[in-house]
Antibody, heavy 119, light 106 residues
């Protein structure tokens, strides 16, 4: 059974770079059938798509975040990662990783990790 | 950018039917997916491609999509259906989520 697990610092200072990793278990990140994505949810608010990546490295990014976001993949570790630069308090959120199937369906989600931006 | 509009809240009596709408320009031409999110938990896919249920999702959940509105229908609502629900589409190389609807079972 495929599982995804987010990991990374729970506290990041303003202006610094937020870095998270999603580890995939129970399946290969190199499957040709899927993209892998990041989504976030500020406290008490709705879902916001950040971006997604194919195992080959092809990416899609939310235009509103594109200038600050980098998503990368490490097939040898079965992981993909998120970097968000120049963070502010508005980037405080629960960050989820997910497997994206056909028709861009977010089929399987990680449990999420809370990241707070504060000095 | 493409926008999806949902009602802020929907209330339904126990055992009755709840309908949650997702409005977007010509959304009927897109594939709409629906997610259920309970407090403190990650979202779960309940409907994909307008009207298809993943394995393990009760038949009480159904969906439709036409014109400018997609609809998620919860039949015979149970207390366990209380949650936030989000629609989602792919548009112009971007995933777009709806604003979210809180469903309360009375």
């Amino acid at each position: 059974q495929l599982q995804l697990q987010e990991s990374g610092p729970g506290l990041v200072k303003p202006s610094e770079t937020l870095s998270l990793t999603c580890t995939v278990s129970g399946g290969s990140i190199s499957s040709s059938s899927y993209y892998w994505g990041w989504i976030r949810q500020p406290p008490g608010k709705g879902l916001e798509w950040i971006g997604s990546i194919y195992y080959s490295g092809s990416t899609y990014y939310n235009p509103s975040l594109k200038s600050r976001v980098t998503i990368s993949v490490d097939t040898s570790k079965n992981q993909f990662s998120l970097k968000l630069s120049s963070v502010t308090a508005a980037d405080t959120a629960v960050y989820y990783c997910a497997r994206i199937g056909s028709f861009h369906t977010l089929e399987i989600w990680g449990q999420g990790t809370m990241v707070t931006v504060s000095s | 950018s493409y926008e999806l509009t949902q009602p802020l809240s929907v209330s339904v009596a126990l055992g009755q039917t709840a309908r949650i709408t997702c409005g977007g320009n010509n959304i009927g031409s897109k594939n709409v997916h629906w997610y259920q999110q309970k407090p403190g938990q990650a979202p779960v896919l309940v409907i994909y491609r307008d009207s298809n249920r993943p394995s393990g999702i009760p038949e009480r959940f159904s969906g439709s999509n036409s014109g400018n509105t997609a609809t998620l229908t919860i039949s015979r609502a149970q207390a366990g259906d209380e949650a936030d629900y989000y629609c989602q589409v792919w548009d112009s190389s971007t995933n777009v989520f709806g604003t979210g609807t809180k469903v309360t079972v009375l």
